[in-house]
């Protein structure tokens, strides 16, 4: 059992999954940062100076100035504002994925494999690219 742990732990693909992991979290307080510290204020804003982050319903009933308040005060809140926070970092970091593996692929940038075969203008079947007569509909092919 040992072994076989071993063998799967060493796998290329495993390494991999871990090494981007460990990216992936450290990447993600880039974006938290980002999120918090510059988009943030910016839709702040645009939407009247709002603190996403003290928009809640305190479930109690009762009315608190901000969050922490609710919090001090033992009062269950319905955190709206986090969420919409946590929404708006999931939209920015799956655009920004998209972005970095756009340019992966772009710089993977493999040849196209030769082509090997054509399509018989005929009976529209797949044959070699080299061949004089259609081994399907037996028709005779121009070179």
Do not use: W
Request: hydrophobic content about 50%.
């Amino acid at each position: 059992m040992l072994k076989e742990f071993k063998k799967f732990a060493l796998r290329g693909n495993m390494i991999d999954l871990a090494v981007g992991m460990i990216i992936g979290s450290a990447f993600t307080s880039i974006v938290n940062s980002l999120v918090n510290d510059m988009i943030m204020p910016l839709v702040s804003v645009f939407t009247g100076k709002v603190d996403f982050s003290n928009l809640f319903i305190a479930l109690d009933g009762n009315s608190y100035a901000t969050l922490e308040a609710a919090q001090e005060a033992g009062a269950a809140t319905f955190n709206y504002g986090t969420f919409i926070s946590n929404v708006i970092n999931f939209i920015i970091m799956a655009f920004v994925v998209f972005m970095f593996v756009k340019a992966m692929n772009k710089l993977k940038h493999e040849e196209p494999a030769p082509v090997t075969t054509k399509k018989c203008p005929f009976c529209q079947s797949e044959i070699n690219i080299e061949a004089t007569r259609c081994p399907h509909c037996t028709s005779e092919l121009e070179k």
